[in-house]
């Protein structure tokens, strides 16, 4: 594997650990020594956690299962999963994500870096890297990566 590689596989597992770690702790120990109410100011927190997790998640099957001789149908499973299952869960949780009492200049200029962050091509787009690297078990990535 190549250094790129061997970056965006630690990344994805180190998230994905502290994804499960952070879901047994406040579903399981939390609620035992907490008083009720405590977890509701963390519904937040939450939501992020459980979005880049479930992404996490699903892109690790997705790596794995490109490395391993398995069928393709399974890489492109774990592929739009990764993709399908995070939006679908920011969907459902919508109505709670716009009551929150966020700046409309906060979520714009975070819209406007989203976008310049899509739009940029410095020697390819960072977000089809990734995915050719996830998917692609013959990427050759020699040139660098910006992380």
């Known amino acids: 594997?190549?250094?790129?590689?061997?970056?965006?596989?630690?990344?994805?597992?180190?998230?994905?650990?502290?994804?499960l770690n952070y879901h047994l702790i406040f579903s399981v120990i939390t609620p035992l020594i907490a008083p009720?109410?405590?977890?509701?100011?963390?519904?937040?927190?939450?939501i992020m956690v459980t979005f880049t997790g479930l992404h996490t998640?699903?892109?690790?099957?997705?790596?794995?299962?490109?490395?391993?001789f398995q069928k393709d149908q399974l890489t492109l499973f774990f592929?739009?999963?990764?993709?399908?299952?995070?939006?679908l869960y920011l969907l459902l949780n919508v109505s709670y994500l716009s009551g929150i009492n966020?700046?409309?200049?906060?979520?714009?200029?975070?819209?406007?870096?989203?976008?310049?962050?899509?739009?940029?091509?410095?020697?390819g787009n960072i977000v089809k890297r990734y995915y050719k690297i996830l998917v692609d078990p013959f990427y050759l990535s020699d040139e660098g990566m910006p992380f």
């Open 79 to 87: 592929l739009v999963a990764s993709l399908s299952t995070p939006t």
């Open 57 to 68: 998640l699903f892109a690790l099957g997705t790596f794995v299962s490109s490395r391993t």
């Open 36 to 46: 009720s109410g405590f977890l509701d100011q963390f519904i937040f927190l939450e």
């Open 1 to 19: 594997m190549r250094k790129v590689e061997n970056k965006i596989l630690i990344a994805l597992i180190t998230i994905t650990l502290l994804f």
């Open 102 to 123: 966020i700046s409309n200049m906060f979520v714009f200029v975070c819209f406007i870096f989203l976008i310049d962050f899509l739009k940029k091509d410095f020697k």
